[in-house]
């Protein structure tokens, strides 16, 4: 087996026993990226020179065994919103195409302390705004398991890079479910946190009370590696939680005897593809062999989730991205013949459409006026949709889902109808309007040979749980080993 | 009936001040005047993507403390919003700011005018927000419209404010100038804020109407922005109030609009077009929880509260005798009133005190340029011994005023003074009585008047004697002895 296909808890294994070096690794995932990539188109920026000097000073922990941790030496990709000083950040804007931030995400630095390698940054829809990579400003991001098709969004790149064994790890973010959704679309581990988990500082805001930054990874085991890594509370973000973070990896289960799954009622609707349906079902009957005891429950707001969400994000997205302006970074139209006229163009040039959309609709939910039928309301109705989860979670431990009503769908199928788009992120918005812990793991293929993921949701700061069930499945399946052809 | 019988005039004033915390608001950033541009900055008070605010409690600590000194209510759960508009000085293009939470609500504060007279005025509310950077820009006309280029010093973004909104209950600029004076000396006093206009640390819009006495319904009112003293305010406001008169008697109907105070023309002039109706579409920032405040906090704060300006000035008069207007002078700042104290105290003689420090000291510092009474050269100490020449007669008063100007000026001690130039006081009554010889000798017109009836002429007298004494001759006894010498 090549380096680039193992996982964190294989290579860390043979690094230690000093059988590989760090350098061998990234030669490996390289190769790997430059074989495949141009299919791909994964990546926006490949960082070489700074992956290597990062894999020597690996290498020097390792040999001298000092602070030597799990991702000592691992390649890990980056989903293009997470500043990191010096290295274009364009969160796959135009606006910013170029722009070099002055200093480092949090979960960059804590990545670097552990001795992480950095492959590059990896393609997103512009802002995060989008579930299908093709909002990118720079090119569309192609699912490795069919090349015509999307990879999900907004973390689509991180997705279809840990899928093509272009990196061995990535980050992703998630705000309506850009983590989880592309990890279904490409058979990876995608998992989002609890909101306040992982420091957002550095991460490139879209929606601040929904953003949050999460592993994608090819198992679940390797997952647990990442987020103990990235968790934490921060000192530059005030919604991160100073909550205790367990060691996950060493904590963590094989067994979910007599563990509740319960499964919401609002969430097994017509609309899911059959495959999809019919693949849940027999993720329900792995979990009932494995001992587990399978609950009917209720999330009874679920209908407005997707209608509270496009109020809230685009609303909080409006505000985080009026700062481009021209003024101080990012793109500026040189001709304008004043302020106004500044903004304006700029503006007008440097956003993408759905950007746009975006933007006009978070505007118009806060005017004077609407504030209070929409952004108001909107908030209303989401601490509702929260209540629903809170009395589910006195029922049952774990809520499982399909992450999305489909497999992957053509570029360029839905990108003409913005609506039919949202929908693909129907299961992923409701928790995370509730801010709830969610992962999505493989768990089958459809006819087309198209991945299929479901949802593990557990209460705020049960990471461990959805850990717990999510690894007994992946020890008594091996939909997570498929990896595609190409 | 004048126009000034016939309307009432409104005036609400908001009052933005600077607080003197170590760092900004929202980031580690030194919060300081006067350095070069753009030094005091981080990803944070830049606005870039991906930074989030980290709020400074000292912020909270000094806008409790303002607000208790205000005599307002703290609130126990308040939030930060966000303020959305597009200005290159706003790097985020919003700008936190407290929208319907507010740290302190419902408070009062009291002046007092020059007859004495006590008012109360309400304080609506006090938020706490962040200021924005400065523009300069690159004019050769010094209008911004013609500004080839515009540059942007963020050192100022992010500098805590404290905003401080009245409730509409000035009835003059005189009461606008009165509690303002009030605001800047409970701030100073609290040690939460410089207050310093011209480093810009204390900002004031007013919003100004007028109505027919007797009616209920407020006017429209019409808010001024860019007055940079407090005189600047008082005359701004009677500007303003003379305009609305003017077209209330015309029939003009007066418009909701902003102006802005032309200090060099002395007028105001609408903000037209810049302004419209703005919406700053509020919503609460996602990005800082909510602001619990503890009553043990707010305890904690208000036991830190030094005696307020308005308690020193009844003190002052109740324990000094003094009147209310000098009380009010004396206790405007309290390095002042300290000084008082001391003079006071040292001399037992408060009244003596007040009018010494009130007239010469105050009217010298001035001449000056000097603000800090802390670095006069007279202390509190010569001042009050200088006083104690004056009453055990070494000295007299006029003669005082001699040895202040020295002692200003070297800072030498008044008795050295006294002695080096020869200034003690002629109490020998033989010595007098040569002079006043000399003087009725020189004068015998003068004095046949003064025989003949006509008093008013002493006067002249007593002039001409303490002249040939260079001013030496005890007051006192030239009057008696002239008297005696004279028979009347």
């Known amino acids: ?99 070099r931030p002055p200093y480092t995400a949090t979960v960059l630095k804590k990545l670097t302390a552990a001795g992480a390698v950095f492959t590059g940054k990896l393609n997103m829809d512009e802002y995060a705004f989008g579930s299908s990579t093709e909002n990118s400003s720079f090119f569309p991001t192609h699912n490795p398991w069919d090349l015509e098709r999307v990879p999900g969004g907004s973390s689509g790149g991180s997705a279809a890079a840990v899928s093509a064994d272009m990196c061995i790890a990535s980050l992703g973010s998630d705000t309506g479910g850009s983590i989880k959704q592309p990890a279904s679309l490409c058979s990876v581990t995608g998992f989002k946190p609890t909101y306040g988990r992982v420091s957002r500082y550095g991460l490139i805001a879209f929606a601040s009370s929904l953003d949050q930054i999460g592993p994608m990874t090819k198992t679940v085991r390797d997952n647990a590696i990442m987020l103990k890594h990235i968790a934490g509370a921060d ?14 990896l060493k904590d963590i289960k094989t067994d979910v005897k007599g563990l509740r799954i319960g499964l919401p009622e609002e969430y097994f609707i017509d ?42 994000a685009p609303a909080e997205a409006s505000s985080n991205l009026a700062r481009f302006d021209g003024v101080q970074y990012g793109l500026r139209d040189t001709a304008a013949q004043n302020m106004i006229d500044m903004y304006k163009r700029s503006r007008q040039q440097g956003f993408g459409k759905e950007t746009k959309r975006r933007i006009m609709l978070g505007t118009y939910v806060l005017s004077s006026g609407y504030y209070e039928a929409y952004y108001k309301k909107a908030q209303k109705v989401r601490a509702l949709i929260k209540q629903d989860f809170d009395e589910a979670f006195k029922k049952v431990d774990i809520l499982l889902t399909p992450t999305s009503p489909t497999t992957s769908f053509k570029i360029g199928e839905k990108s003409g109808d913005p609506l039919t788009m949202y929908l693909s992120d129907i299961f992923t918005i409701a928790p995370n309007l509730a801010g709830l812990p ?16 479901m949802q593990l949701l557990a209460k705020p700061f049960g990471e461990q749980d959805i850990f717990n069930a999510a690894n007994a499945f992946q020890y008594a399946t091996d939909w997570h080993t498929r990896r595609p052809k190409i | 009936m004048s126009l000034k019988e016939k309307y009432e005039i409104v005036i609400g004033l908001e009052v933005h001040a600077e607080l003197n915390t170590k760092t900004k608001i929202f980031c580690g950033c030194k919060n300081e005047f006067g350095a070069e541009a753009n030094t005091y900055v981080c990803p944070n008070c830049l606005g870039l993507p991906g930074s989030l605010p980290v709020f400074n409690k000292q912020v909270l600590h000094h806008a409790v403390k303002a607000g208790l000194a205000l005599n307002c209510t703290i609130a126990h759960k308040s939030k930060f919003d966000r303020k959305n508009y597009y200005y290159p000085d706003l790097p985020k293009a919003y700008q936190i700011s407290q929208f319907d939470m507010p740290i302190a609500v419902k408070g009062y504060l009291d002046i007092v005018n020059k007859q004495g007279e006590k008012k109360r005025l309400g304080i609506t509310r006090l938020h706490m927000e962040e200021d924005a950077g400065k523009l300069i820009h690159l004019t050769k006309t010094g209008q911004i419209a013609d500004a080839e280029e515009s540059l942007v010093d963020y050192n100022r973004g992010g500098v805590p404010l404290a905003e401080i909104v009245s409730e509409p209950d000035m009835r003059s600029s005189e009461d606008a100038y009165l509690y303002l004076s009030a605001v800047k ?50 005359k701004a406001i009677d500007y303003e109030v003379e305009r609305q008169m003017q077209m209330a008697e015309a029939g003009e109907a007066i418009i909701q609009e902003t102006r802005l105070w032309d200090a060099g023309k002395a007028k105001t002039f609408s903000m037209r077009g810049k302004e419209g109706a703005h919406d700053y579409r509020y919503f609460p920032e996602p990005d800082l929880p909510i602001l619990e405040t503890s009553a043990e906090y707010i305890n904690t704060i208000k036991a830190e509260l030094p005696e307020l300006p308005l308690q020193k000035a009844e003190r002052f008069i109740s324990q000094y005798g003094l009147p209310a207007y000098d009380a009010g002078v004396l206790t405007s700042e309290i390095p002042l009133a300290d000084y008082f104290e001391k003079v006071a105290k040292l001399s037992a003689e408060p009244k003596l005190s007040s009018n010494w420090i009130m007239g010469d000291l105050l009217a010298k510092m001035n001449e000056a340029g000097e603000a800090d009474i802390e670095k006069v050269k007279v202390t509190p100490e010569k001042l009050a011994k200088m006083l104690g020449l004056i009453k055990n007669a070494t000295i007299s008063g006029k003669i005082a005023k001699t040895v202040f100007e020295d002692m200003y000026a070297t800072g030498n001690d008044p008795e050295q003074i006294v002695k080096e130039k020869g200034l003690v006081q002629i109490t020998d009554t033989k010595a007098i009585e040569e002079v006043i010889d000399k003087v009725i000798a020189a004068n015998p017109a003068i004095v046949a008047e003064i025989k003949g009836g006509k008093v ?11 002249k040939e004494s260079k001013g030496k001759a005890n007051p006192q006894l030239v009057n008696e002895l002239l008297k005696k010498k004279l028979g009347v």
């Not at chain 1, 587990?292 to 997707?306: F, G, P, S």
């Not at chain 1, 969610?438 to 993921?453: A, H, Q, R, T, V």
């Not at chain 2, 002249?460 to 303490?466: K, P």
Request: aromatic share 6%.
């Open chain 1, 271 to 312: 609309g899911i593809q059959k495959e999809v349906k019919e693949a849940m079902q027999a993720a329900i009957e792995v979990y009932k062999k494995l001992g587990a005891q399978i609950v009917k429950v209720n999330l009874l707001h679920t209908d407005y989730a997707v209608d509270v969400y496009y109020v809230v």
């Open chain 2, 185 to 234: 000396a409970i701030l100073k006093y609290t040690n939460v804020s410089d207050c310093n206009m011209e480093e810009g640390s204390l900002r004031c819009d007013a919003n100004i109407s007028i109505r027919p006495f007797g009616q209920e319904k407020l006017g429209v009112k019409v808010e001024v922005k860019n007055m940079n003293s407090f005189n600047n305010v008082r």
């Open chain 1, 1 to 99: 087996m090549e380096l680039y296909q193992q996982t964190i808890e294989e290579l860390h294994k043979a690094l230690t026993e000093k059988k590989i070096k760090p350098k061998d690794i990234l030669d490996s995932v390289y190769q790997r990226v430059d074989a495949v990539d141009h299919k791909v188109k994964a990546y926006l920026l490949v960082t070489k020179e700074l992956a290597y000097t990062m894999a020597a000073t690996a290498e020097d922990r390792l040999m001298k065994n000092e602070n030597v941790t799990e991702l000592t030496g691992i390649p890990i990709g980056l989903k293009d919103n997470m500043c990191l000083e010096g290295v274009p950040t364009t969160c796959a804007a135009k606006m910013l195409a170029g722009y």
């Open chain 1, 438 to 453: 969610g992962m999505s793991i493989p768990c089958g293929f459809d006819e087309k040979n198209l991945p299929i993921g």
């Open chain 1, 235 to 248: 000192e530059n973000d005030s919604t991160s939680a100073a909550i205790n973070i367990p060691n996950y």
């Open chain 2, 456 to 466: 008013q002429a002493m006067g002249f007298m007593t002039g001409q004697i303490m």
